[in-house]
């Protein structure tokens, strides 16, 4: 009983302070050097696209796209763009939709899949799409590209792409889910 009270402390004492979640991110950093943490840029307003390594064994891998909101009062109600993988070390399998969004996925040649998102009343967290791969090899930092199309907000319909907090086409890489 102490130990679990113990570790709920710690829980909300963490979450409940945006450095020393940004700290125990780098904490979780991948000794491979291929799942990156979020890092201090969590903490700059915006969204911030993430790629997380929900799972991965010597054969298979499943990565999750969250959209990560920083300071950013509008939920998304719609998405839509195109990520890229290294086909050389990944061979998609399968991907799918969260249920609480309408959407689809499409695998349009080796290496790159489109998809779309939609759910009326905004996205309120959590992963907008994932995707299951067979792979030859450790899921590494620039191993995923993103390209945003469209984001849109549930309420006025505004644009959201110049929120979004991506470097070039690399979004961040982590084994820890946002």
């Not at 696209?49 to 929900?54: D, Q, W």
């Not at 969250?66 to 998609?92: C, F, N, P, T, W």
């Not at 309408?102 to 959590?126: D, K, L, Q, S």
């Not at 590494?140 to 390209?147: F, I, K, M, P, T």
Request: net charge neutral; aromatic share 4%; with cysteine.
């Amino acid at each position: 009983m102490i130990p679990t009270m113990i570790r709920r402390a710690r829980r909300a004492a963490i979450a409940s302070t945006p450095l020393a979640f940004s700290a125990l991110l780098l904490a979780c950093a991948d000794s491979e050097g291929g799942a990156g943490p979020l890092g201090p840029d969590l903490t700059v307003p915006g969204i911030h696209p993430v790629v997380v390594v929900a799972s991965q064994t010597a054969s298979a891998a499943t990565l999750e796209l969250h959209l990560k909101r920083v300071d950013v009062s509008d939920r998304i109600a719609s998405v839509q763009g195109e990520i890229s993988y290294d086909a050389a070390s990944m061979r998609l399998t399968g991907a799918s939709i969260p249920s609480g969004i309408t959407g689809a996925w499409n695998e349009v040649r080796p290496g790159v899949v489109r998809f779309t998102g939609v759910a009326v009343e905004g996205i309120e967290g959590g992963a907008v799409l994932e995707l299951r791969f067979a792979a030859t090899a450790p899921v590494r930092e620039g191993a995923v590209s993103l390209r945003i199309e469209e984001m849109v907000a549930a309420e006025g319909f505004t644009d959201l792409r110049p929120s979004l907090q991506l470097e070039g086409t690399r979004p961040a890489l982590s084994r820890v889910r946002p």
